[in-house]
């Protein structure tokens, strides 16, 4: 059943490379938590978007990659089943990977931006992959990317080796220490990575395609 007072929309985009051996119903069973909050019965039924200019949840068999760019009205309790789709998620990719999750405010609107309000929205940046190794190589690659793009403003390219090379000592640094963690198999969370940004209001674009 479609779920009622939902104050949020909530988006769900990422493309996750998968083993060989994955099928249709591997990801059924892994994205359960998602389209069962959507009130669907199968993954079949509630791939289907909120909105029918995005993809939805996609599974391309030649490819071998789940695609997701699927929107869901509901709560922060959509939260609870994150740690459970990284943990299915884990089972089946080839490699690391990225999901976005981001939470839109659906009362807030233009009048409540001129009045000088701020929305509710709220961002989830999940990492998935086989192993802590290629968890972190997609964390390191991501605050590469950032970092780098925000000091290319001040400094050339050539000259940030320096940098790259301090942040792969701390990613070192943190493999060592957690590689035995079980908090490597759970998302980290945050509002950080390539997903900050938005239009003049500061809200972060729905559509990523």
């Not at 950032?146 to 940030?160: C, K, Q, T, Y």
């Amino acid at each position: 059943m479609p779920r009622k007072n939902t104050p949020f929309e909530i988006h769900v985009h990422g493309q996750v490379p998968l083993k060989a051996q994955v099928k249709f119903e591997h990801l059924q069973d892994a994205l359960k938590p998602m389209w069962k909050y959507a009130g669907a019965r199968s993954l079949a039924d509630g791939a289907r978007s909120s909105y029918e200019d995005e993809p939805g949840i996609k599974f391309d068999a030649h490819e071998r990659t789940l695609q997701m760019c699927w929107t869901v009205a509901g709560d922060f309790d959509f939260r609870q089943i994150l740690d459970e789709v990284c943990m299915n998620l884990n089972e089946l990719a080839d490699a690391g990977a990225a999901i976005e999750v981001t939470f839109y405010d659906a009362d807030y609107d233009d009048e409540d931006h001129e009045n000088g309000e701020e929305s509710r929205d709220d961002f989830v940046m999940l990492f998935v992959g086989p192993d802590p190794a290629a968890i972190m190589q997609v964390q390191r690659d991501l605050l590469v990317q950032d970092i780098v793009s925000m000091m290319e403003r001040h400094f050339d390219g050539a000259e940030l080796g320096g940098v790259v090379a301090e942040v792969d000592k701390l990613f070192a640094q943190r493999f060592d220490s957690l590689v035995s963690s079980l908090a490597l198999g759970k998302p980290p969370t945050g509002s950080g990575g390539t997903a900050l940004g938005g239009h003049g209001n500061g809200r972060k674009p729905r559509h990523l395609h």
